[in-house]
């Protein structure tokens, strides 16, 4: 057999990776499923039927697994819930719960050895699954764990803890890592650990992978602590992701967690349009396979190759940006018309100063349940500004003549609706309608093409860039990073689709419980 030696660039302006021989990479796979739900979750089933609903959706991981390996995937992601389904009661989802033992303490093969522990048919499942296509793989699973509340004070009344579970196989079928979701999102059936776990595994083609789960992305545990204090780069992702335009759609904010913490993030979402459920990606710093239908009704394999992160080739230092000297010229030379210069940094020094000229324009609007201040883009080019508490936004813009209605907005402020978290955040949106209130309403399209500086002041280092267009198409931007200690800031030209959002999304973890 001849060797064939192929050479693929990926480029983000001023940041360039080359597969080549000396370069490792492997083939990722994630498959955005069409759960099959229980239509009464609510309600309990005995052990039998509740395998014969979970079969229903086994049997499509199985087919999904074998394309996968027939297209040389070495891993395959699963999403949350995607055996089980959701809406359940602690009660109703006891006969689906199944236990498993922690692999740093037991090595075992389900496939291999089916009876070593009962009622443990769907763990033999995946185990074969893994076994036969010689891959690596990650599924979410409804688990139950013995516990004794003599000795443990947080031990469930019913003397079990009933958790949500990231399960991965190794390509022997081998259990080889087990998490338990820390930040559940309204989830009646599960408990929270008592303890956050920061659990990876190693490959033998992309070395160490994290893992967590849908609503733990936007936690510092375990997130960022497996980035940036354990150095992982490569994280699987199971979800149940409900889209919430227009900071929080799902491949939006995948890929900018990607982006800001320098890392692959194999995400794979629920397909169910009825919940707003969609998007799934294979996602690097440079670039992104992603799916996003909110109009069909079928699953989605995605299948890619993709570079191993190795940190002292690819100098990515986690939640730095990704900078280039040559960066900002062509911007800083548009002209700016007086009615639109709000900022400049030549002219105002102090942020207090860009807040002030800017105060007859600003206007309040909801923004993801949060009360932004904003202020509107008007003409088709200007520098703008608007601040809040601590952070203030900066825009430099250039833009196509349309119709559709643009703000720049800020949040700096405690998040309290659907969980509590501390947000700094710069965004601009293109609004739903004519009228100030419209801003922050929920779209998927735009067709004004914008090119653009934005930058933000911040008292956190944990900022996740991202640009969505029209279309939900993830873009990237050209440059980002640090200038004068505590700004931020991203640009962006040449987008072939209108800009439906650009946010600097800062999260103040330290500030969550304050």
């Known amino acids: 057999m001849a060797l064939v030696l192929a050479v693929f660039v990926l480029c983000l302006s001023g940041l360039q990776l080359i597969f080549a021989a000396d370069h490792p990479s492997y083939v990722a796979a994630v498959y955005e499923h069409r759960v099959l739900l229980n239509p009464n979750p609510e309600i309990p089933l005995n052990r039998s039927s509740a395998l014969e609903h979970m079969n229903q959706n086994l049997r499509v991981f199985e087919e999904q697994t074998a394309l996968a390996a027939q297209q040389g995937a070495q891993i395959i992601v699963f999403p949350e819930d995607g055996i089980h ?160 335009l227009p900071l929080l759609g799902s491949v939006q904010f995948q890929h900018a967690f990607s982006y800001g913490a320098g890392i692959t993030l194999l995400a794979a979402n629920l397909k169910a349009t009825k919940y707003r459920m969609t998007g799934s990606g294979i996602f690097t710093p440079w670039d992104s396979l992603a799916h996003h239908d909110t109009m069909g009704d079928s699953g989605k394999l995605l299948v890619r190759r993709v570079p191993v992160i190795v940190e002292d080739k690819h100098k990515l230092v986690p939640f730095s940006g990704y900078p280039s000297s040559k960066e900002p010229e062509k911007l800083h030379a548009w002209p700016v018309s007086s009615r639109n210069a709000t900022y400049d940094g030549k002219h105002c020094q102090r942020d207090s100063e860009c807040a002030e000229e800017a105060s007859s324009s600003v206007f309040n609007s909801i923004m993801m349940y949060d009360n932004f201040t904003l202020v509107a883009l008007q003409g088709t080019e200007g520098n703008i500004s608007v601040c809040s508490g601590s952070v203030c936004c900066h825009l430099l813009f250039r833009r196509s003549e349309t119709n559709e209605f643009y703000a720049l907005g800020v949040f700096d402020g405690l998040h309290v609706v659907e969980g509590t978290y501390y947000l700094e955040i710069c965004a601009l949106v293109r609004c739903t309608g004519e009228e100030q209130s419209s801003c922050g309403g929920e779209t998927e399209h735009a067709q004004t093409l914008v090119d653009f500086r934005l930058t933000g002041t911040f008292t956190t280092p944990y900022i996740y860039p991202g640009i969505l267009g029209n279309g939900m198409t993830v873009d990237i931007p050209d440059h980002s990073g640090w200038e004068g200690g505590n700004r931020f800031y991203m640009s962006r030209t040449g987008m072939s689709a209108g800009l439906v959002t650009a946010m600097l999304y800062g999260r103040n973890y330290e500030k969550d419980n304050a």
């Not at 009962?118 to 793989?137: I, W």
């Not at 949500?164 to 820390?182: C, E, L, M, P, W």
């Not at 033998?204 to 204090?229: M, N």
């Open 85 to 244: 389904g959701f809406n359940f009661t602690r009660a109703s989802i006891a006969s689906y719960l199944e236990t498993i033992p922690d692999p740093e303490k037991v090595t075992w093969s389900p496939c291999a050895d089916p009876h070593r522990f009962p009622d443990t048919e769907v763990l033999h499942s995946l185990s074969c699954m893994a076994q036969k296509n010689r891959l690596f793989l990650v599924a979410n699973m409804p688990s139950r764990q013995s516990c004794n509340r003599t000795v443990d004070p947080h031990c469930p009344a019913d003397g079990q803890y009933q958790f949500n579970t990231n399960v991965v196989f190794s390509d022997q079928g081998v259990i080889v890592a087990r998490y338990h979701k820390q930040n559940l999102f309204f989830e009646a059936s599960f408990d929270t650990p008592p303890k956050c776990e920061f659990v990876t595994f190693t490959t033998p083609f992309a070395g160490r992978f994290g893992t967590f789960t849908c609503f733990d992305i936007l936690f510092r545990d375990p997130a960022v602590t497996l980035v940036k204090e354990m150095g992982v780069r490569q994280i699987v992702f199971p979800t149940a992701w409900m889209d919430q």
